[in-house]
């Protein structure tokens, strides 16, 4: 008959190597869970972005066609506000074949240094 009592538990190597397993683990899950944020911030943007672009458009379309407006060339910077950010954009007016048309570059930034727009759409816009 053995007289002694049974020792129940983890030795101080199986805690060091579980809290180690368990460590690298959730340093994986926090890497995954930060990419997965910032991507979603990024993808916000530049839905808000293309909106914005959007817009700017279809203002140049709705406006009277005819020879009280037609949009001297060259480009014109301005902000706007929208969801709780203001945006920088840019659109330029170009020339093409028909001289009856024009080119916009509708271009969206989200600060005022227009370094690398967020969004960039190109349309054409009819005199009549």
Same mark, same amino acid.
């Given at each position: ?11 101080? &190597? ?18 995954s %869970?930060t990419?997965? %944020?910032? /991507? ?5 943007? +530049? @839905? @808000?972005?293309?909106? &914005? ?5 279809a ?5 009277? +066609? ?6 001297a060339?060259?480009?014109? +910077? ?6 709780? /950010?203001?945006? /920088? ?5 170009? @020339? ?9 570059? @509708?271009? %969206? ?9 967020l ?10």
């Open positions: 008959m053995l007289t002694g009592s049974i020792k129940k538990g983890f030795t101080l &190597i199986e805690i060091m190597i579980a809290l180690s397993i368990f460590g690298i683990i959730s340093t994986a899950v926090f890497k %869970v990419d997965s %944020v910032s /991507q979603s911030r990024g993808l916000k943007e +530049r @839905v @808000v972005a293309q909106w &914005i672009a959007e817009n700017e458009i203002k140049l379309r709705m406006l009277p +066609r005819g020879e009280d407006f037609w949009p060339l060259g480009t014109r +910077r301005y902000p706007q506000k929208m969801a709780m /950010q203001t945006w /920088q954009i840019e659109v330029r007016f170009m @020339v093409t074949d028909n001289p009856l048309m024009r080119r916009i570059d @509708v271009a %969206v930034f989200q600060d005022s240094t227009f370094d690398k727009p969004i960039e759409l190109t349309s054409f816009l009819g005199r009549y």
